[in-house]
């Protein structure tokens, strides 16, 4: 509670936290520990993933290796793209399409991640600084949350949720082709088919960790006692939602090992060590 006998905001502030009719408090903070830590480290690890994936995605080489294909380009829409033997090719996008057909795929799950709640407070401290960290002012002199463009956008989250969970069913189908050989008979496992079967698992429990599949699974419901199974259902999401954050960077971590363990085959720096 401001009394009047607090010192004077900084100079140069009046907005903000520092505005009059806040309380005037000289230190911009007063945590003593390194709290610009966790948002420089969560900065870094999103730069190098959209390097990465960036890289990745303008390739357009190197991505299958029978049985595997990279989750990044998969399903493969275009004409160009590698041929693959029962693998998820669907030439909805004809010969006019010249540039990766990465491009037509990746914009539903990053859209997914994008809008992810967690995601959202992970870029805003890292990149916006709002705020930066917890009982840590940020910089910015006014706050509008997401009620304008284009931060409004992000409640089509719930939208991506669909084409998320339609991602994922492909790259299981991929997972489950993976028990092949290199010349496509069944019964075999490599290592690339446990790197498929680990990448797949993360996948599907970030996307059911997702707050939107949360809701739909218990939203608007009035009384659980009349829907024991979605009450049930509603709480396994809610024990994975609990680690959303983890299942969102072990997913983020998996799908890009994954691409580039299929790189790796496909360039020849190595051969898929096979168990049986």
Same mark, same amino acid.
């Given at each position: 509670?401001?009394?009047?006998?607090?010192?004077?905001?900084?100079?140069?502030?009046?907005?903000?936290?520092?505005?009059?009719?806040?309380?005037?408090?000289?230190?911009?903070?007063?945590?003593?520990?390194?709290?610009?830590?966790?948002?420089?480290?969560?900065?870094?690890?999103?730069?190098? *993933?959209?390097?990465?994936?960036?890289?990745?995605?303008?390739?357009?080489?190197?991505?299958?290796?029978?049985?595997?294909?990279?989750? *990044?380009?998969?399903?493969?829409?275009?004409?160009?793209?590698?041929?693959?033997?029962?693998?998820?090719?669907?030439?909805?996008?004809?010969?006019?399409?010249?540039?990766?057909?990465?491009?037509?795929?990746?914009?539903?799950?990053?859209?997914?991640?994008?809008?992810?709640?967690?995601?959202?407070?992970?870029?805003?401290?890292?990149?916006?600084?709002?705020?930066?960290?917890?009982?840590?002012?940020?910089?910015?002199?006014?706050?509008?949350?997401?009620?304008?463009?284009?931060?409004?956008?992000?409640?089509?989250?719930?939208?991506?949720?669909?084409?998320?969970?339609?991602?994922?069913?492909?790259?299981?189908?991929?997972?489950?082709?993976?028990?092949?050989?290199?010349?496509?008979?069944?019964?075999?496992?490599?290592?690339?088919?446990?790197?498929?079967?680990?990448?797949?698992?993360?996948?599907?429990?970030?996307?059911?960790?997702?707050?939107?599949?949360?809701?739909?699974?218990?939203?608007?419901?009035?009384?659980?006692?009349?829907?024991?199974?979605?009450?049930?259902?509603?709480?396994?999401?809610?024990?994975?939602?609990?680690?959303?954050?983890?299942?969102?960077?072990?997913?983020?971590?998996?799908?890009?090992?994954?691409?580039?363990?299929?790189?790796?085959?496909?360039?020849?720096?190595?051969?898929?060590?096979?168990?049986?």
């Amino acid at each position: 509670m401001a009394t009047g006998t607090e010192p004077s905001p900084p100079a140069g502030t009046g907005t903000g936290v520092h505005d009059a009719s806040r309380a005037a408090i000289a230190p911009r903070h007063l945590r003593t520990d390194r709290w610009w830590l966790a948002p420089a480290v969560t900065a870094a690890g999103l730069l190098a *993933f959209i390097a990465y994936s960036t890289w990745r995605a303008f390739a357009n080489a190197d991505y299958y290796h029978a049985p595997y294909v990279s989750p *990044f380009y998969s399903p493969c829409l275009a004409d160009n793209c590698a041929p693959m033997r029962h693998g998820p090719n669907a030439e909805i996008f004809g010969s006019w399409w010249g540039l990766s057909p990465a491009l037509l795929i990746l914009i539903f799950p990053l859209g997914f991640r994008l809008t992810c709640y967690y995601y959202r407070k992970a870029y805003y401290r890292g990149f916006w600084a709002s705020p930066p960290a917890c009982a840590v002012a940020e910089p910015h002199k006014k706050y509008s949350g997401e009620t304008r463009f284009p931060l409004i956008l992000q409640n089509v989250h719930r939208y991506f949720f669909y084409f998320a969970v339609l991602v994922a069913g492909v790259l299981t189908y991929d997972t489950v082709l993976s028990f092949r050989d290199e010349h496509y008979r069944w019964g075999h496992m490599g290592l690339g088919s446990l790197v498929f079967l680990v990448n797949i698992a993360l996948i599907w429990t970030y996307t059911l960790s997702c707050h939107s599949c949360r809701h739909i699974i218990g939203g608007r419901l009035r009384h659980f006692s009349k829907h024991p199974v979605r009450y049930r259902l509603w709480g396994w999401v809610g024990k994975l939602n609990e680690r959303h954050m983890l299942l969102a960077w072990a997913s983020l971590i998996s799908v890009a090992l994954a691409d580039f363990y299929v790189y790796l085959l496909a360039t020849g720096a190595f051969d898929d060590p096979r168990f049986f």
